[in-house]
């Protein structure tokens, strides 16, 4: 399983962390959201 979760969403990547997700890469400045860079990490479970 993969998420796909913004680097500012220190919440969700806890909460990914907790369900055994590892990050396993991050994409610097990928996306814009009120004119603003956005991160976003990648997060990775093998079922």
Not at 15 to 35: C, I
């Amino acid at each position: 399983m993969v998420a796909a979760i913004s680097g500012e969403n220190a919440a969700a990547q806890a909460f990914h962390a907790q369900l055994g997700y590892a990050e396993v890469g991050r994409l610097p400045e990928s996306g814009r959201k009120f004119d603003r860079w956005l991160d976003l990490v990648l997060m990775m479970k093998t079922l």
